[in-house]
């Protein structure tokens, strides 16, 4: 699973991508024609929790794999290298400038966040509908695959497509059903992907969400998740060595979470993952799976052989070790759960599979 990372020039894309990672990229390496991949730690509060707990040898928490983008042309072509390397992606995080500094040129000017994205998924819709025009007119040319089922309902899907788009609005909205998908699932169509918006603004307005209210409520209807970022404040405080200065320069600016924690829900949200933890003395580790998946499937997650010889799973809720503050406690307060097949996994839960190969 993949998250993109876009943005006009001059916006912070390239801090953001940074803090993630732990690497920021030098600009003559942010100027090539292609993106450059990286790996980001979730940030889970879950997960510290249960480290302390535990104390454990090794500290494992889940990753993502990033993909900075190749900037963002003004007016580009239906072929740039950024919407080439965007097909490769699960999800997409736009970075906004949402600061104003006088030392940092805006391609248009000024700043104006609403107008950027508006401009960006602009773009986005065009590059789609361009697509679908050509594949209709494509499968106008080939009458005899319309006797294959399958072929005239992927007409029928580009036809609802073109109609949405047509409205200015994205493919993301449309319902599709499961094999509905399988059918353009190698389609490039960027406005099908998940989307969220970073606004990366002023120091000062780092604890100031008037902004973040306003573009969410003008993008309501779209299916976008949006928060801000003082990406340069928060780089910085990064930099500090112990927990207790973070804190205190938090509580200073008036931020009550550190916004890369709440960018890795965003991104976890986007991608359709929740975590699940395995929990010991030799280590405590953090799993990625898709919403809704099996106990056995979760397993699988681990290790192939422990899904194909799966007998249970033996569940502890979050919530329910931190306030009985041990596996022990958990066990006298009947609050194992032990669960079959058909279990579904939620997030958040600390569990041990038991399986015979």
Known sequence: MKLGIIGLPQTGKKTLFGLLTGNAPSDAAAAQKKALPGFAPIRDDRFTALARM??????????????????IEKNPESDTPLFREMADVDAVCHVVRAFSDEAVYHIDGSTDPVRDIDAINGEFLLHDLLFIEKRLERMAREPKKKADPSAKREEEIMAAFKEQLERDLPLRLVPLAPDDRKIIRSYP???????????NVDDTAAADDSLMR???????????????????????????????EKRAFMDDAGIREPALNVLSRLAMDS?????????????????????????????GVIH??????????????????IDLGSEEAVKKAGKLHVMGKDYIVEDGDIASFRFNV
């Not at 169509?189 to 606004?199: E, N, S």
């Not at 192939?304 to 070790?321: M, N």
């Open 54 to 71: 535990y104390g454990p040898k090794k500290e494992t928490p889940a990753q993502i794999d990033l993909l900075l983008m190749p900037k």
């Open 189 to 199: 169509l960027l406005t099908l992907k998940k989307l969220f918006i970073v606004l």
């Open 214 to 244: 306003r573009v969410s409520e003008r993008f309501a209807s779209h299916e976008i998740g949006i928060m801000q970022v003082a990406a340069r404040m928060e780089g910085e405080i990064s930099l500090l060595e112990s927990e207790e």
């Open 271 to 299: 991608l359709g993952l929740i975590s699940f933890f395995t929990v010991g003395k030799d280590e405590v580790k953090q799993w990625l799976v898709r919403k809704g998946s099996s106990a056995p499937e979760a397993a």
């Open 304 to 321: 192939s052989d422990i899904q194909r010889g799966f007998i249970r799973a033996e569940v502890i809720k979050y919530l329910d070790l």
